[in-house]
């Protein structure tokens, strides 16, 4: 009897899990697809915080303190090219970049900094009108390490900055745009005291291409960063 009686329990018990399944599959198969069709959305753009570059000419002129040029000297060009490549790239594929002409390289710009030394002395607003170009993308790069603080031995690249645009009219230059600091760090996800393997080569090299990432989505619409 007590067999009986436990058999026929377990036999309710199944039936009961039964329907409660059939109940809830029609839930779990919406949440299922409701996940998919999420992932199928594409995420909303964020929109390029400024918007002057397009059918203008455009020169990239960066800034690197003197003590981070001691130890890193290609920094200045490989942190203008960086970025002007960047933008280049996009030419044709976004609105804000139809028109835009970059008549100078990154290396002629460059060249011009360190065959006028004078312009140290200078401000950008009076520096840009050289250029012969109607916008400037000024960056200014005052820290930068491929070594965590933490802990030395390990590697975690960080790099600080400044971005200014000035639009220059009828030979005059004005400041019409600044994004301040601005840092970016590599790997992006990495625990402070750093990670092993890297090296400074290839942290440096990562680090400088996470900033002229940065900057230059200043300048389009781009997606989130995951």
């Known amino acids: 009897m007590r067999i009986l009686l436990h058999a026929r329990l377990k036999l309710r018990a199944g039936l009961t899990l039964c329907l409660l399944a059939l109940l ?3 839930c779990l198969s919406g949440c299922a697809a409701l996940g998919l069709i999420a992932q199928a959305i594409p995420q909303a753009q964020i929109p390029a915080k400024y918007k002057g570059l397009n059918d ?3 020169a990239v002129m960066v800034w690197v303190d003197r003590g981070i040029r ?7 060009l490989d942190a203008a090219n960086g970025i002007q490549s960047k933008l280049v790239s996009a030419i044709g594929k976004t609105p804000e970049l139809s028109h835009t002409k970059f008549p100078l390289s990154a290396a002629t710009v460059v060249r011009f900094q360190e065959e006028h030394l004078e312009w140290g002395a200078d401000s ?6 050289r250029l012969g170009v109607s916008r400037v993308i000024y960056v200014e790069i005052d820290g930068f390490q491929t070594r965590s603080d933490a802990a030395v031995e390990l590697y975690r690249g960080s790099i600080t900055g400044t971005v200014r645009v000035l639009e220059v009219v009828n030979g005059k230059a004005r400041v019409v745009y600044t994004e301040e600091d601005m840092r970016s760090v590599y790997p992006p996800h990495s625990p402070e005291e750093g990670v092993t393997s890297l090296g400074d080569f290839e942290t440096y090299r990562k680090t400088v291409d996470e900033f ?3 900057v230059a989505s200043l300048f389009v619409a781009h997606q989130p960063e995951e």
């Open 56 to 58: 203008h000419t455009v």
């Open 212 to 214: 002229t990432t940065r």
């Open 70 to 76: 001691i130890d890193w000297p290609q920094i200045q």
């Open 24 to 26: 809830l599959a029609p």
């Open 124 to 129: 950008i607003e009076e520096i840009a009108p």
